[in-house]
Every structure is written in structure tokens, then in C-alpha cells.
């Protein structure tokens, strides 16, 4: 497709349960992102990819999150034991890569409420 | 860690009204990134400055950067409904991810 693709679009779950979201950058990005939107507030860093290299996961809040990216494309960010606070909007990003002055282009997020 | 900080957070302005938000950061950097969010959508690329001293205009706004003084402007002039959203500024240092403002949201009055 032509931009960053996410899904679900929308995600309600029970608290404690698992959840899974998708991420399907522009086609030829190196770099991947994932930032966390809350409901006013401005984005929060989690995670960031960049070709075979190890990933940066400075920004994951506890370790029941995790992130992966399968041949240097698709990501799928892991919420495990869900909890009321990771309600949030979780945005996807890509870029070509961290040549210098690259922005980065967001995909529609993936609304998650814990209930 | 580096701080961005944007003000105000909340605009309201009448429609034909030139109005300023600003976005300080707290360490150095010459890259920094306009993006505007309309309510339930994603985040657009608005601006690229990439050096002191840039400037770029699009329509009805207009982004500058002073490195020396960790601060970039967005200026709107003659404003219109359609400029209602959320902006938000985003500093680069370089390294592996990107450092966003806390947002301006602004409402644009008839």
C-alpha cells in the first residue's frame, strides 16, 4: 500500500487478556517506530527498528510489552496481561532509514481500550 | 533526556487572526518537524528544518528554526476553520527516535 498500515483499526479487551497489533510500513522503510498516543496527551516513544540491526526498546514501559519485526518488514507489538493504563492510541511510523533530515510517516493507530 | 516543550497548549482564535505557537527544546538540535492531527486521525507531515535560520511557508503557515536559541515558530496567518487540529512539534538529535511536544490544539472561531 501506499502508506503505513495498522490494524485492528479499534480493540477492546477485558483487563489481564493479551493483545496484538500490526504494523505494515510504506514499502522499501528501514526504520520502524512505535510511539503511544494517551487521550490528550502527546506521544510516548516504546521502540524502534532499523533494518537487521537489534532494536532500540529504551521506550517499552514493563516487560509485558514487546515488539518484533519479521523480515525487515511487518512488526507486531505484544501487550501482554493487559491493564487499564495501556488504554491508548498506538501509533506505527516508518521512514527510509536515519539519513539525515528523513521524516517519518504515521499510520492511522490502533485505538486499544482495557476494560 | 531531552524536554519539548510547546505553547500554548490550547488555541482558540477567530477566523482572519494571525497567531503564534511556539516550540522550545531543551538540548541541541538542528532538526526539527511540524506535524498537524486531525481529531481520530494520524499524524501529517507539515514541515522539515534541517538548519538556523530555515523557513518554510505553506498556505496560510509558516515554520522557522533558531538553533542558537533551541526554539522553532509556527506562524498562522489569516486563519481559516480548516486549520483547526492538533500540532505538534518533534525534534531529532540523531538517534533512534524522534521527541514530540505535547501539542497545540487549535480551534479556529468564525
Known amino acids: 500500500g501506499a502508506g503505513v498500515s495498522q490494524s485492528p483499526s479499534n480493540k477492546v479487551t477485558e483487563k489481564g487478556k493479551d493483545v496484538e497489533l500490526r504494523c505494515d510500513p510504506i514499502s522499501g522503510h528501514t526504520a520502524l517506530y512505535w510511539y503511544r498516543q494517551s487521550l490528550g496527551q502527546g506521544l510516548e516513544f516504546l521502540i524502534y527498528?532499523?533494518?537487521?540491526?537489534?532494536?532500540?526498546k529504551s521506550g517499552l514501559p514493563s516487560d509485558r510489552f514487546s515488539a518484533e519485526r519479521t523480515g525487515g518488514s511487518v512488526s507486531t507489538l505484544t501487550i501482554q496481561r493487559t491493564q487499564q493504563e495501556d488504554s491508548a492510541v498506538y501509533l506505527c511510523a516508518s521512514s527510509p532509514g536515519r539519513t539525515y533530515g528523513n521524516t517519518i510517516y504515521f499510520g492511522e493507530g490502533s485505538w486499544l481500550t482495557v476494560v | 533526556e531531552l524536554k519539548v516543550e510547546q505553547n500554548p497548549l490550547f488555541l482558540s482564535m477567530q477566523e482572519g487572526k494571525n497567531y503564534t505557537i511556539y516550540c522550545n527544546y531543551s538540548t541541541t538540535s538542528d532538526r526539527l518537524y511540524w506535524y498537524r492531527q486531525d481529531p481520530g486521525k494520524s499524524l501529517e507531515s507539515l514541515f522539515v528544518?534541517?538548519?538556523?535560520?530555515a523557513v518554510k511557508q505553506e498556505g496560510r503557515l509558516m515554520a522557522s528554526l533558531d538553533t542558537k536559541a533551541r526554539l522553532s515558530t509556527l506562524h498562522i496567518t489569516a486563519a481559516v476553520h480548516d486549520l483547526s487540529a492538533t500540532y505538534f512539534c518533534a525534534v531529532d538529535r540523531g538517534g533512534n527516535q524522534f521527541y514530540f511536544g505535547t501539542g497545540t490544539s487549535l480551534t479556529v472561531i468564525p
Open positions: 527498528f532499523q533494518g537487521n540491526s537489534a532494536p532500540d
Open positions: 528544518l534541517l538548519s538556523n535560520g
